[in-house]
């Protein structure tokens, strides 16, 4: 007699692999995992501080700690981890104690060397699309670093060289106002344009703003 198929529960789903640094964690990421679901239960390895900065050369906006816990409270993900290795392939050891049916990565993961490493363990290797979820734009955290936050500077009574005639009508503090616009700003106007690029370019948008936020000045963001 023929045995019964069982079937098929949630204890024999596909295990599902992907890995990355997820920071500055967007609709893009969520799109991502959603679609990587799809194919089985899903484990996200997530690159560590260090990697991050060996990497891109730059500290994390939010530290793995926050990465993993917001990673992890996502319904989508089975577990989530701190990749303890380094460099491109720093998931080596997770992907051996896991053994996954399906590595996946988007388009911008895609490389070589993770593919190569598949066919080795004889890891099914998909490439997914960066489809954002539908009605939302396609996100990527590059493109919201770009993002430049630091305020214009309108000053009420006009530019530094008025306050001489301003203090003598009507001597006292002076407040200066950072007010961020609701429409296409000109560059020609408000803060010099020139000394704002280069204070980004050097500092950053972050760091620029806490100091900003750290000075005696009284500005109103």
Known sequence: MQARRQPVTGNHKKKVFVSGCYDLLHSGHIAFFEQAAKYGDLYVAIGSDKTVFDLKGREPVNNEDERLYMVKSLSMVKEAFISKGSGMLDFLQEL?????????VNTDGNTPDKRSLC?????????????????????STTDLRTILA????IDVAGGWLDQPFVSKEYPGPVITISLEPLVEFNERSGMATSTRRKAAE??????????MRRSRNIILL
């Open 96 to 104: 051996g104690e896991i053994k996954p049916d399906i590595f996946i």
């Open 119 to 139: 066919e080795e363990l004889k890891i099914e290797y998909k490439i997914l699309h960066r489809d954002p979820h539908p009605g939302l734009p396609p996100r």
């Open 150 to 153: 630091l305020p214009y500077r």
């Open 202 to 211: 050097l500092w950053g948008p972050k760091m620029l703003l806490a100091i």
